[in-house]
Structures are given as structure tokens and as C-alpha cells.
């Protein structure tokens, strides 16, 4: 069969049969439909896992969409590339000249980004076993870290306005009521001191009552708060 095909002879329906033919011979419609199918549930899987994991701020839903969108539009471009070397390197050229201007705050989204793009090249090299025990295996190391994140004690701010004779019982009572606690700033005026503590509680602690009900506390603020980790 002559693979040699030009515009001309397609356009002329000289050799229409011969080029149509060529281009099933590499995959066929029903080849796509089950690689954007099995695409679009794995990719759903991995914006619930993203959902259920997200310790963020706030939720962006069209972040879980574009994590779908990745993976369904790797998966035909693999598919087309295959084992062509030339057009490969094309489609590595042409991705390196576009900018991606849009800037991913948390470095777990990232992490996210790589992972619907490597469910699309997998699905699209017809590495489907590998596909499922990778979105799966993932899936759930992600669950259980979340998991035990969240069963960690939690991370808080306390922001103190106190007289300088009430910093050795402050200290006491961070040091009987958590396990952890550092001092992330201090400022001290004429009219008082105020002091922002990192400390990481329990639910049941009441760390702000305790704070004032000690002589020379005049308020006590508690926030909670989330490290780049996003503990």
C-alpha cells in the first residue's frame, strides 16, 4: 500500500480508498472512543481524589476540570505520535514554545498536573493494566495521607496582647495545654507587648480561655492556619 500520499491525489479521490484505509490501519474510531472513555474515568477519579484531599483555602472546581481536560487531550496525542520519531520531536518543539502563564499557587497541583498527564500517556501507549493499578495505588496512598493528616493536632496562630509580667505564665500554660508551640513574632510598645505563637492543639484544648483568665492577657485571638505543606 503507498503511504505516500499527497493533498492532491486525496482531493482528486484518486487514491481517497488507499489514504482513508492508511488511516485506520493506525487506530480505528472504536480505538478512540475506549481510550477517551477509559481517559475521562480515570481522570474523574483523580478530581475526586484531588477534592477529597484539597486542604486549601478555597476550592477551585475548575482546577478539577482542567484535570480531566489533561488527561482526555493527552491520550489522542500520544495515540497520533506513537512510534513516529519526526512527529515526536514536532510535538516536543511546539510545546516548548508555549508559555503557560498561569500560575499554580500550591506545589501539590502541580503534582496533580503531572499525574492526569501521565494517566493520558498511558492510556494512550494502550497501557491500560498499568493505567488502573497506577490511578489506583495512587489514589490511595493520597487518601490515607490525608488521612493521618488529618488526624494530626492541628495548626493555629495565637495572637496575644499582654503586659510583659505575664510572659512566664503564658509560657506555662503553651507549655501544659500543647505539645508544640514556637514563637513566630513579638513587638513590644510602651502601652503593652503583643506576641504571635504557632501552636498545634487539640480540639478540645481551649487555649484562648485558658490565655485569658491568666492577669495582664487583654485579648486573645486564635487562627487557624495552613503551611505550604498544607498541614
Not at 30 to 58: D, E, Q
Request: charged share 15%.
Amino acid at each position: 500500500m503507498n503511504t505516500n500520499i499527497t493533498f492532491n491525489d486525496v482531493v482528486q479521490g484518486s487514491s481517497f480508498a488507499d489514504w482513508f484505509a492508511n488511516q485506520l490501519s493506525n487506530f480505528t474510531p472504536l480505538n478512540v472512543a475506549i481510550a477517551l472513555l477509559a481517559a475521562l474515568v480515570m481522570s474523574v477519579v483523580i478530581a475526586l481524589v484531588y477534592k477529597k484531599t484539597y486542604r486549601g483555602v478555597l476550592y477551585s472546581p475548575s482546577f478539577a476540570l482542567t484535570l480531566i481536560l489533561l488527561t482526555l487531550v493527552t491520550t489522542p496525542v500520544v495515540m497520533a505520535i506513537g512510534s513516529n520519531v519526526a512527529l515526536s520531536m514536532g510535538m516536543v518543539g511546539a510545546l516548548s514554545i508555549v508559555r503557560f502563564r498561569t500560575a499554580v499557587k500550591d506545589p501539590l497541583d502541580t503534582a496533580y498536573m503531572f499525574w492526569a498527564i501521565t494517566m493520558g500517556i498511558l492510556i494512550g501507549s494502550n497501557a491500560y493494566v498499568i493505567a488502573v493499578v497506577a490511578v489506583l495505588g495512587i489514589s490511595v496512598i493520597m487518601l490515607a495521607i490525608s488521612y493521618l493528616r488529618l488526624r494530626a493536632q492541628n495548626g493555629y496562630l495565637l495572637v496575644l496582647h499582654y503586659d510583659e509580667h505575664a510572659l512566664k505564665d503564658i509560657e506555662s500554660t503553651l507549655k501544659r495545654n500543647t505539645r508544640f508551640w514556637r514563637m513566630r513574632s513579638k513587638t513590644v510598645t510602651r502601652s503593652g507587648a503583643e506576641m504571635t505563637v504557632e501552636v498545634r492543639l487539640d480540639e478540645k484544648v481551649n487555649i484562648v480561655t485558658d490565655m485569658l483568665d491568666i492577669e495582664g492577657v487583654y485579648d486573645a485571638t486564635l487562627v487557624a492556619c495552613q503551611t505550604e505543606a498544607g498541614a
